[in-house]
């Protein structure tokens, strides 16, 4: 089994500024990097992936990835109350010519208002 | 509106009693998924689908079975429920695997007494 460690917070910000979150994955050979936004008592919802280096901008969040680190990140600019989530980092890895994902135990955002 | 339904929401039964949770999606999608979810655990992988007839083992498939009839539905079949399979259950699909990145149904509260 692949390992993805993510930091489980909470990570506390105020409203307005940039929240980072931070995910580190043991498979090199990964492809394929997804951020999950998960509400208390719901069900995670994609929000970003990203495929090569580089950074990926959607609005608010931008996701970088850096290969030659393992490393891929997410950040939320202009934090609202609204993101107080938590954020799963899921990477997808291959094996015996199936594609497998592991999920992070995911990182606890609180944006104080 | 394109969604991946579950049912139940919330069930309480008892050790040894089977049940069965239901999954469908009116996407289309080829790969469906069930996941468990625990604290400091995070969501790992029971079983999936690739496509119809084309089921596989996840990480933690022990004490549970699936089916895929059918390209909409995939159950969840727990013959002989035990305490150690409480839990937060999640289905997931995709077009044609975890590389396009998942749409989670609602959840699945199971408590075995």
């Known amino acids: 089994q692949k390992e993805v460690e993510q930091n489980s917070g909470p990570l506390s910000v105020p409203e307005g500024a940039i929240a980072s979150l931070n995910c580190t994955y043991s498979?090199?050979?990964?492809?394929?990097f997804f951020w999950y936004r998960q509400y208390s008592g719901k069900s995670p919802e994609l929000i970003m992936s990203i495929y090569s280096n580089g950074d990926k901008e959607d609005g608010r969040f931008t996701a970088q990835l850096n290969k030659a680190s393992q490393y891929v990140s997410l950040l939320i600019r202009d934090s609202q109350p609204s993101d107080s989530a938590t954020y799963l980092c899921a990477v997808i890895w291959n094996s015996g010519g199936y594609q497998k994902v592991t999920f992070g135990t995911g990182t606890k955002l609180q944006v104080i208002p | 509106e394109a969604q991946v339904t579950q049912n139940p929401r919330y069930l309480i039964t008892v050790t040894g009693k089977k049940l069965t949770v239901t999954c469908s999606q009116n996407?289309?999608?080829?790969?469906m998924s069930w996941y468990r979810q625990d604290p400091g655990l995070g969501l790992r992988q029971i079983y999936y689908?690739?496509?119809?007839?084309?089921?596989d083992k996840g990480d933690v498939p022990e004490g549970y079975k699936v089916s895929r009839k059918e390209k909409r539905n995939f159950p969840l079949i727990l013959e002989s429920p035990s305490p150690n399979q409480t839990s937060l259950y999640f289905c997931?699909?995709?077009?044609?695997?975890?590389?396009?990145?998942?749409?989670f149904g609602s959840g699945t509260r199971l408590t075995v007494v």
């Open positions: 996407m289309n999608h080829e790969y």
């Open positions: 997931a699909s995709s077009w044609t695997g975890a590389n396009y990145g998942y749409t």
């Open positions: 498979d090199r050979g990964s492809q394929s």
């Open positions: 689908s690739m496509n119809v007839e084309v089921t």
